[in-house]
C-alpha cells in the first residue's frame, strides 16, 4: 500500500497525546511522518464521525493489514481500535453509541453492507 493518511491532531493536543497517537498507530501500520497538525500513516482515510458521547472526532482507515479507528476521547485522549475486517471495527468500542456511529460511516462509505443485503 502506497496511499498515505493522516490522523488530525487538535490545535490543544498534549504530547503525551501526540506520543499516543503515534505510538499506537504504529502498532498496526507504518507511520511516516508526526506533523503539527497530525499524523501521516500508511493508509487510505474511508470516513470520519463528528462529536460523540465523549469522543470530539473519530477516523476510519483502512491499513495494510486491517481497518483502523483513531479518535480523540475527551477523557481519556487518543484511543486508537485494529480489526481485520471493518465489522470487527464496531466490535471494539465498549460504547453502543460510538459502534453505531462507526457502523453507520461504514455503510454510509460502502464498506460493509446492509443488514438487509443478500
Same mark, same amino acid.
Given at each position: 500500500?502506497?496511499?498515505?493518511?493522516?490522523?488530525?491532531?487538535?490545535?490543544?493536543?498534549?504530547?503525551?497525546?501526540?506520543?499516543?497517537?503515534?505510538?499506537?498507530?504504529?502498532? *498496526?501500520?507504518?507511520?511516516?511522518?508526526?506533523?503539527?497538525?497530525?499524523?501521516?500513516?500508511?493508509?487510505?482515510?474511508?470516513?470520519?464521525?463528528?462529536?460523540?458521547?465523549?469522543?470530539?472526532?473519530?477516523?476510519?482507515?483502512?491499513?495494510?493489514?486491517? *481497518?483502523?479507528?483513531?479518535?480523540?476521547?475527551?477523557?481519556?485522549?487518543?484511543?486508537?481500535?485494529?480489526?481485520?475486517?471493518?465489522?470487527?471495527?464496531?466490535?471494539?468500542?465498549?460504547?453502543?453509541?460510538?459502534?453505531?456511529?462507526?457502523?453507520?460511516?461504514?455503510? *454510509?462509505?460502502?464498506?460493509?453492507?446492509?443488514?438487509?443485503?443478500?
Amino acid at each position: 500500500m502506497s496511499e498515505t493518511a493522516e490522523f488530525p491532531l487538535a490545535f490543544d493536543a498534549t504530547a503525551s497525546e501526540r506520543e499516543s497517537a503515534k505510538r499506537e498507530i504504529a502498532k *498496526y501500520t507504518k507511520v511516516i511522518a508526526e506533523r503539527e497538525g497530525g499524523i501521516e500513516f500508511e493508509g487510505t482515510k474511508i470516513g470520519q464521525t463528528g462529536p460523540v458521547w465523549h469522543f470530539q472526532y473519530t477516523r476510519v482507515y483502512r491499513v495494510p493489514n486491517g *481497518y483502523l479507528v483513531a479518535a480523540r476521547d475527551l477523557h481519556e485522549g487518543i484511543k486508537v481500535a485494529f480489526a481485520k475486517t471493518p465489522e470487527g471495527l464496531t466490535e471494539t468500542f465498549d460504547n453502543p453509541v460510538v459502534r453505531e456511529f462507526i457502523e453507520d460511516e461504514l455503510r *454510509y462509505r460502502k464498506i460493509i453492507g446492509t443488514p438487509h443485503a443478500g
